[in-house]
């Protein structure tokens, strides 16, 4: 019995260290989430208006099929971006990103990968990865994006890729992150920004100011996918350190009881040998 109630009480010290643990990280997590809807509050504006005056060129110019930029008659490579954590300890999404991104990427696909476990997954997967990123513990930096979006502008831009798509885990709220796929490039005009009867003059040309706002454009829409993925993340990590925090305090309790049941029983014992004059023997 003696024994019994030292594992006992080793168990319950190591429910409450996890319990411990995993409050902090459950704090931590949700602390960088608040700091990560500070930054895209921010940046909102910003990239709004980039779209917006992209759209309005697009769906007023009927520029679509006339910018090479846009066309899409090209070789059938596609470029793919994979944005996952560096590290585990967020619940099912990154299985639900892998799923993800195993059902849509291509043998002849090229990759960037973003993240370690997507590094160590794409690389088991045998996809042809042209680059790999950390993605960081820290909220990313807007200077952070270029030397990613750099091979994206080099072999897009230069007409060497079909298509430009990301893979990542969109934000939706605190308890759903819903795994996508963004194809960046190229751009569908949205028929939603159409205004009939209303026509702009551009200068130099549309073309040319269509053409100058590819690269803000890239950039707006890109870092909008990383935030998307660190904020998902930080909330994914977040519930599951809350349950494992819930899980740790349940079988805290539990065992706590166990054991004082145990050591009640053991001093009713003790006390009964010691009536009945057994005490020693």
Known sequence: MAQNLQQ?????????????????????????IRKARKVVEKHNPYAKKIKYMVQKIL??????????????????????????????LAGGLIVNLFKKMES????????????????????????????????GSNFPKYDDIYPIIDIAKKFYLSREFV????????FKNMLVQEP???EIFPVKADK???????????EPS??????????????VEFYGVLMNAYAS????????????????????VTLTNIYNKSRQEKITNEILDLANGQWGI
């Open 104 to 135: 849509y990427i291509l043998r002849d696909d090229y990759i960037v990968v973003i993240g370690k476990k997507a590094s160590v997954e794409a690389a088991r997967c045998g996809y042809n990865v042209l680059a790999s990123f950390d993605m």
């Open 180 to 182: 996508i796929v963004d």
């Open 59 to 88: 769906v007023n110019k009927d520029l679509y099929k006339d910018v090479a930029n846009f066309t899409v008659d090209r070789s059938r490579e596609r470029l793919v971006y994979i944005i996952s954590p560096d590290k585990g």
């Open 233 to 252: 993340e930080q909330a994914a990590r977040m519930t599951a350190m809350r349950n494992a925090r819930d899980n740790a305090n349940d079988i805290s």
């Open 8 to 32: 006992l009480k080793k168990r319950i010290k190591t429910s409450n260290s996890i319990f411990q643990i995993a409050k902090a990280m459950e704090m931590i997590a949700a602390s960088k």
């Open 192 to 202: 939603n920004f159409k205004e009939p009867g209303l026509d702009y003059i551009f």
């Open 206 to 219: 549309s073309k040319q100011v269509l053409k100058d706002l590819l690269p803000f454009y890239f950039e």
């Open 163 to 170: 298509k430009v798509s990301v893979v990542y885990t969109e």
